[in-house]
């Protein structure tokens, strides 16, 4: 392996789980990774001084590009567009890169931030890169930058207030709550449901469990959910997974991934806030197959570090120069260069 692609390989993972964070979409971060080791690997490492800002720069940039194609994608959208899953696989690179990522719940709140400001809150509140570390990479003053976090951040924590679920209780909820939707439980899922419960449903216009339009309250969620079920899945499998670093149910239907569903509880962890339903097919090619799923590890998601409320990787030694970043946010160590697909 030539020294370009090695420390590339190195770089990865971390590339991977920040422009994840910035797009929700696990295709497009992969073409982002591709352009930015194009862009890599044309040039002399001996001219860069600091290979991960570099990189990180480039990745960021390219981002924040695809970000504005994603925009106009996403006017001629069928229905609600919500993030693309990751579920966890059995190899450790995908296990790094899912301690890396947000909720699904909380990527879904930053798709109403700016593009500048959801780059700026993922690289400081997440990876905790500096202001005056962000600056170059967005072209930007320290000054914009702190004013960018701040909105960033107030936003969020306006719409998102702190909180964090005990994983072990969202697993529990989550499972009570697919035995009553598909067990036509109408009194038990009115009792899991917040009075102002939103379903959130994406089939992107291919797939029967989707919806044209996010479905609120809990008398209306309710009876669609249990409508749903009704139509009988032939061959439906349910497991439960980790999507996001979170506890969700996985549905498989003759062992091809049908959809995802994820519960966001109240912050008091009382009642189900929110129910993500990702079942565009699209969205779900990256979903490992039945028998290659491993078991729920929930204890993973509470011994991470928090953001918003939300657990993350933990990362440490914050603060501190940029000279020093390259031992302050190592990514983990792959043995494949970019041009190969995770």
Same mark, same amino acid.
């Given at each position: 392996m030539s020294d370009v692609t090695r420390v590339f390989a190195a770089h990865r993972e971390l590339l991977f789980s920040i422009v994840y964070n910035m797009l929700g979409s696990v295709t497009d971060a992969e073409d982002v990774l591709q352009e930015t080791w194009?862009?890599?690997?044309?040039? #002399?490492?001996?001219?860069?001084?600091?290979?991960? @800002?570099?990189?990180?720069?480039?990745?960021?940039?390219?981002?924040? @590009?695809?970000?504005?194609?994603?925009?106009?994608?996403?006017?001629?959208?069928? /229905?609600?567009?919500?993030?693309?899953?990751?579920?966890?696989?059995? =190899?450790?690179?995908d296990h790094a890169v899912r301690t890396d990522t947000l909720s699904l719940a909380l990527l879904v709140v930053l798709e109403t931030l700016t593009p500048l400001e959801r780059a700026v809150f993922i690289l400081h509140e997440v990876f905790a890169y500096a202001h005056t570390e962000i600056a170059p990479m967005i072209g930007r003053s320290p000054a914009a930058v702190r004013q960018l976090a701040h909105r960033a951040r107030e936003h969020v924590q306006a719409r998102r207030p702190r909180s964090q679920v005990d994983p072990r209780l969202q697993r529990q909820v989550t499972e009570r709550f697919v035995a009553a939707a598909f067990g036509g439980d109408l009194e038990g899922l009115m009792e899991l449901l917040a009075p102002d419960v939103t379903l959130w449903a994406d089939g992107g216009g291919k797939s029967n469990a989707g919806g044209p339009r996010p479905i609120r309250g809990r008398d209306n969620v309710s009876r669609v959910l249990i409508s749903r079920a009704a139509q009988p899945l032939d061959g439906l499998d349910i497991q439960y997974r980790q999507v996001n670093g979170d506890p969700c149910a996985v549905l498989f239907v003759e062992n091809a991934p049908y959809a995802v569903m994820v519960v966001d509880m109240?912050?008091? /962890?009382?009642?189900?806030?929110?129910?993500?339903?990702?079942?565009?097919?699209?969205?779900?090619?990256?979903?490992?197959?039945?028998?290659?799923?491993?078991?729920?590890?929930?204890?993973?998601? /509470?011994?991470?570090?928090?953001?918003?409320?939300?657990?993350? @990787?933990?990362?440490?030694?914050?603060?501190?120069?940029?000279? =020093? =970043? #390259?031992?302050?946010?190592?990514?983990?160590?792959?043995?494949?260069?970019?041009?190969?697909?995770?």
């Open positions: 194009l862009a890599w690997a044309s040039r #002399d490492p001996d001219e860069i001084g600091h290979p991960r @800002a570099y990189l990180v720069r480039v990745a960021v940039n390219q981002a924040l @590009a695809h970000q504005s194609a994603q925009r106009r994608r996403r006017e001629t959208y069928v /229905g609600p567009w919500l993030p693309e899953p990751l579920v966890t696989s059995p =190899d450790a690179a109240t912050p008091d /962890g009382s009642q189900i806030q929110d129910v993500y339903t990702v079942s565009n097919p699209d969205k779900l090619t990256h979903v490992p197959s039945r028998a290659s799923l491993p078991t729920d590890g929930a204890d993973a998601a /509470g011994q991470r570090a928090e953001v918003m409320g939300e657990p993350v @990787a933990q990362h440490a030694g914050r603060g501190g120069g940029q000279h =020093d =970043d #390259d031992q302050r946010r190592a990514g983990p160590e792959v043995a494949e260069p970019c041009p190969q697909s995770r």
